[in-house]
């Protein structure tokens, strides 16, 4: 006979509507001892523990994760990251992100990561203009010249210091000293010290409320996130300069780096509103549109403590603004343009949706300022929601709702032949903060220190 469970309230009405029958009393008696024996039981619909989940999402990605992965095609000489699924192009943040998952899981596997960084560096022209999306056909131009983001540094920092292996970064050096040198005279501004992206679309957040993609209005604003990405790429240019014994260019990028870091913290942090927004180039005027960008300061440590304290528990934790049922919203709940629509073409959807690798940035921005608990929640709620989508799908969406946790886009009627194409991408990263946070290994944090990952 199995075991069975009965509410102590149910025992306590049966013996008291017994009472005139002792047999029936004693019988109800042993039931109740047999019931208290039992082993308890999960609620049903209950989530499973953190171990669990994390050996399911691991289970899972074993068999996504190579989807990433694509042999030599065409103009890409080596093997190629992509974000698999709907997109089978090379992209420039999405295969940092996606190298540098494949690069914290096991250091061989940097090398996904540095045959990155060299098909970016071979298709760079002349004058250091670099697309930012590359397919094995050639260069993907959107919206005109569609240029790299600085990332290219970070990347080959990342994958040399897990490989402990430097030596192939010397032949493409001057190559991406050449990147660099376009990037800052194409977007930045030196009356600002500051960086700027041609149009939305650029920055990868494809319709960003704080930025604009009308060419009649092409560079015009300053960009929180820009700004940050090209400070860290001079950073790990400084880096590499050390590594490869160029102590005058190390010094110089090392400087680039701070004069930016310094017009960071002094243009663009709004100290009324207690968070960092982007500008008007021509005007200075604010953009008054909180967005993921404004928070990526934080996950690199050059906010002052008391700073991002406050921004984080006015702001980012804010159930009315950022915090949302399913992680971080790419748009406070509060703009009028918040919504949670599944787009994918002309552009994908940042204005709402929640976005995997935003909120891993979110999560080193956590963990860095104390609110570890918080970290925890958004590590296991993320990965809750892939787990969820895998189980429905086999494969995952790009972004999410961000009030139900459904995944968005590429829908059905949006993919090739009607047929769910799916995701893979960045999302993988969701894996790096589980295991960080349930096992206290793969903690990445995207360090730009030499030997720190």
């Given at each position: 006979?199995?075991?069975?469970?009965?509410?102590?309230?149910?025992?306590?009405?049966?013996?008291?509507?017994?009472?005139?029958?002792?047999?029936?009393?004693?019988?109800?008696?042993?039931?109740?001892?047999?019931?208290?024996?039992?082993?308890?039981?999960?609620?049903?619909?209950?989530?499973?523990?953190?171990?669990?989940?994390?050996?399911?999402?691991?289970?899972?990605?074993?068999?996504?994760?190579?989807?990433?992965?694509?042999?030599?095609?065409?103009?890409?000489?080596?093997?190629?990251?992509?974000?698999?699924?709907?997109?089978?192009?090379?992209?420039?943040?999405?295969?940092?992100?996606?190298?540098?998952?494949?690069?914290?899981?096991?250091?061989?596997?940097?090398?996904?990561?540095?045959?990155?960084?060299?098909?970016?560096?071979?298709?760079?022209?002349?004058?250091?203009?670099v697309a930012g999306c590359i397919s094995p056909s050639g260069p993907r131009q959107l919206f005109g010249k569609f240029a790299m983001k600085p990332f290219l540094a970070q990347g080959a920092l990342l994958a040399a210091v897990q490989l402990n292996d430097y030596s192939w970064l010397r032949a493409a050096w001057p190559t991406m000293q050449r990147i660099e040198a376009y990037r800052r005279r194409t977007q930045f501004d030196a009356r600002w010290k500051l960086w700027f992206w041609d149009y939305a679309l650029q920055s990868g957040a494809d319709n960003s409320a704080s930025l604009t993609n009308d060419l009649h209005d092409r560079s015009a604003i300053l960009a929180v996130d820009a700004s940050v990405w090209a400070m860290r790429e001079d950073e790990a240019m400084s880096a590499l300069a050390r590594r490869l014994g160029y102590a005058a260019e190390a010094a110089r990028y090392r400087e680039e780096a701070a004069e930016t870091r310094r017009a960071i913290l002094a243009r663009l942090w709004n100290a009324e509103e207690g968070v960092f927004l982007n500008r008007r180039r021509d005007t200075g005027a604010w953009v008054r549109s909180l967005s993921w960008s404004s928070f990526v300061p934080l996950a690199f440590g050059i906010v002052p403590r008391a700073d991002a304290e406050r921004m984080i528990r006015e702001h980012l934790?804010?159930?009315?603004?950022?915090?949302?049922?399913?992680?971080?919203?790419?748009?406070?709940?509060?703009?009028?343009?918040?919504?949670?629509?599944?787009?994918?073409?002309?552009?994908?959807?940042?204005?709402?949706?929640?976005?995997?690798?935003?909120?891993?940035?979110?999560?080193?921005?956590?963990?860095?300022?104390?609110?570890?608990?918080?970290?925890?929640?958004?590590?296991?709620?993320?990965?809750?929601?892939?787990?969820?989508?895998?189980?429905?799908?086999?494969?995952?969406?790009?972004?999410?709702?961000?009030e139900t946790g459904d995944g968005l886009a590429p829908t059905p009627a949006q993919s090739p032949n009607g047929v769910f194409a799916g995701f893979v991408g960045w999302n993988l990263l969701a894996q790096d903060m589980l295991q960080c946070e349930v096992t206290g290994e793969h903690c990445m944090t995207l360090g730009i220190t030499e030997g720190q990952s």
């Open positions: 006979m199995g075991c069975m469970r009965l509410p102590r309230v149910v025992f306590a009405n049966l013996l008291a509507r017994s009472r005139v029958r002792p047999a029936l009393a004693v019988l109800l008696l042993i039931a109740a001892a047999t019931s208290a024996a039992c082993p308890a039981q999960p609620a049903p619909n209950s989530a499973p523990s953190d171990a669990a989940l994390l050996a399911a999402l691991t289970r899972d990605f074993a068999k996504l994760a190579p989807q990433t992965i694509h042999p030599p095609q065409g103009v890409l000489a080596r093997p190629y990251l992509t974000p698999a699924g709907f997109y089978q192009e090379m992209w420039d943040w999405d295969g940092f992100f996606i190298g540098a998952h494949w690069a914290n899981q096991s250091p061989d596997d940097a090398k996904y990561l540095r045959d990155w960084v060299l098909s970016f560096t071979a298709a760079a022209d002349a004058d250091g203009y934790l804010n159930p009315k603004e950022m915090r949302a049922p399913y992680g971080f919203r790419s748009l406070s709940a509060s703009d009028p343009l918040y919504n949670n629509d599944a787009i994918i073409k002309p552009y994908s959807n940042w204005r709402g949706p929640v976005w995997i690798n935003a909120n891993y940035l979110d999560w080193i921005a956590l963990r860095r300022y104390g609110f570890d608990k918080e970290a925890h929640w958004l590590a296991v709620t993320l990965a809750g929601v892939l787990d969820r989508d895998i189980t429905r799908w086999g494969s995952m969406h790009e972004c999410y709702n961000a």
